[in-house]
């Protein structure tokens, strides 16, 4: 089955977008309370809950994942920067996985994957911090060959590939062009041992494409979650999310 991580960051936006200024997320009429929105999440059946915790702090705040830590009962996926002060929050946080993204305070959303040859220290001593804690990581990258078998040789145990270029593509010429890239990335990453997830603009009409890539793991989605979850709610966008991604909606139909 492949598994779903859902990414909560968007319902900290909506959060953030009134409350910017109010000192904590509980009581009073602080809301929309991302922690809420992952314990349910959980009982609709996401494997695990995604935050990225930014430098600008833009959405999640430290409080937020600290609640995360202490309320859910699945898997807490820590996505940060490749930094000192990330790296030395996540071994005091312990979340159960790390994932390596890059960050750029402009962008709107993570645009690219991580450049794991320009960062080669970097993220050699982060992998290596992170794996003495018991803390597995995750590395961010676009489905290039050699960013894939740097992360295999730096010993990371999982990557996660970006499935952005493709999603834009999706109406473009260049869809089939994209999927191919991802296709070769999950197969190679495979090959060389990598637990492979992957993530970024993936939707609920896209998906049905994405889940047939090879050797894949679990998905972190977000956006599209949450979007749908103002319409029915968020256990019902997590429930048709996870059919969608095991194909019970396509079997339903024939
Ligand atoms: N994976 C990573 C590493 C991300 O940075 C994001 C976006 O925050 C996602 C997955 C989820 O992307 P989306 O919100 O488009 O589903």
């Given amino acids: 089955m492949l598994l779903l991580g859902v990414n909560i960051d968007h319902c900290a936006t909506v959060r953030q977008a009134r409350y910017r200024q109010a000192p904590?997320?509980?009581?009073?009429?602080?809301?929309?309370?991302?922690?809420?929105?992952?314990?349910?999440?959980?009982?609709?059946?996401?494997?695990?809950?995604?935050?990225?915790?930014?430098?600008d702090r833009r959405h999640i705040q430290e409080r937020d994942v600290w609640r995360l830590r202490e309320t859910i009962s699945t898997r807490l996926n820590l996505e940060m920067a490749c930094t000192p002060e990330m790296t030395a929050f996540a071994l005091k946080l312990k979340p159960d996985f790390v994932c390596l993204v890059p960050e750029n305070r402009q962008e709107i959303t993570t645009e690219g994957g991580l450049d794991v040859i320009g960062l080669r220290d970097r993220v050699r001593a982060c992998i290596e911090a992170m794996g003495a804690a018991g803390i597995k990581v995750s590395l961010f990258i676009d489905p290039d060959e050699p960013q894939i078998e740097l992360a295999a040789k730096l010993g990371a145990p999982f990557v996660e590939l970006h499935?952005?270029?493709?999603?834009?593509?999706?109406?473009?010429?260049?869809?089939?062009?994209?999927?191919?890239?991802?296709?070769?990335?999950?197969?190679?990453?495979?090959?060389?041992?990598?637990?492979?997830?992957?993530?970024?603009?993936?939707?609920?009409?896209?998906?049905?494409?994405?889940?047939?890539?090879?050797?894949?793991?679990?998905?972190?989605?977000?956006?599209?979650?949450?979007?749908?979850?103002?319409?029915?709610?968020?256990?019902?966008?997590?429930?048709?999310?996870?059919?969608?991604?095991?194909?019970?909606?396509?079997?339903?139909k024939s």
Avoid at 28 to 52: F, K, Q
Avoid at 173 to 198: K, M, S
Avoid at 209 to 238: D, K, Y
């Fill in 163 to 252: 499935t952005g270029a493709y999603a834009h593509a999706c109406h473009t010429p260049r869809r089939a062009h994209e999927f191919q890239r991802l296709r070769l990335g999950c197969v190679r990453a495979h090959d060389l041992g990598l637990t492979v997830n992957a993530g970024h603009g993936i939707n609920y009409v896209n998906i049905a494409e994405i889940r047939t890539l090879p050797h894949l793991h679990e998905l972190n989605i977000g956006h599209t979650i949450i979007s749908r979850a103002l319409f029915t709610g968020i256990e019902e966008a997590v429930r048709e999310m996870k059919a969608r991604m095991n194909g019970e909606t396509e079997k339903k």
């Fill in 24 to 55: 904590a997320t509980v009581g009073g009429a602080v809301e929309p309370d991302p922690v809420t929105l992952a314990v349910l999440s959980e009982r609709a059946g996401a494997d695990g809950i995604t935050v990225h915790l930014r430098e």
